[in-house]
């Protein structure tokens, strides 16, 4: 039971057998990964803004979207309730989902792997086979008209930090989304 919870969280696409011969089956057109330190305030937020975004603005696009941390803080915990709350009153749902650290295979499984600082980016290339290190991104580089690089972490402080974070997350979502229908992912 735990698998197929898991595979439903994270929107796995696994190729199986149509019951019509006549059906495709679609891989996924992009794997975006959000990560940042713990998986509990800022990535899991950013992944459920942008499937949030992706459904309304990119329904055609077939996407498998997970979030990660680079640290093993908070393995299988929910987001931060303030994360939770703050994402509810928008109308994003982050219930289901659960901490974990990035994985080696994440490097190769993902085509987009977008941090919320650079911190967590040299965190990342530290572990990431060179050639793949071209996946690896900032997410603010998807809303450059916003003049900051980062997305700070709200986690010591209050609920206004949790907004920002949100803000923050749907100028990139919208952002990345409109690169993404356009065939573009620099």
């Given at each position: 039971m735990r698998k197929f919870i898991d595979r439903l969280r994270s929107g796995l696409n696994e190729r199986t057998e149509p019951a019509d011969p006549d059906v495709e089956?679609?891989?996924?057109?992009?794997r975006i990964?959000?990560?940042?330190?713990?998986?509990?305030?800022r990535s899991p937020t950013a992944e459920g803004v942008f499937r949030h975004v992706a459904a309304l603005e990119a329904p055609e696009l077939l996407l498998h979207v997970d979030s990660a941390g680079t640290h093993a803080y908070h393995l299988d915990e929910p987001?931060?309730?303030?994360?939770?709350?703050a994402a509810e009153r928008r109308g994003i749902s982050l219930a289901s989902l659960r901490a974990r650290r990035v994985v080696e295979e994440d490097f190769s499984r993902f085509d987009l792997?977008?941090?919320?600082?650079?911190?967590?980016?040299?965190v990342l290339q530290e572990h990431c086979p060179v050639e793949h290190h071209s996946r690896i991104?900032?997410?603010l580089d998807y809303a450059p008209?916003?003049?900051r690089q980062e997305v700070p972490d709200?986690?010591?402080?209050?609920?206004?930090?949790?907004?920002?974070?949100?803000d923050l997350a749907e100028d990139a979502s919208r952002g990345l989304v409109a690169e993404l229908r356009a065939g573009a992912t620099s």
């Open positions: 089956v679609r891989d996924p057109d992009h990964l959000f990560v940042c330190m713990g998986n509990i305030c987001p931060d309730p303030r994360a939770q709350r792997i977008l941090a919320m600082d650079r911190l967590n980016v040299a991104k900032l997410f008209q916003l003049g709200p986690y010591y402080g209050g609920s206004k930090g949790f907004e920002l974070v949100l």
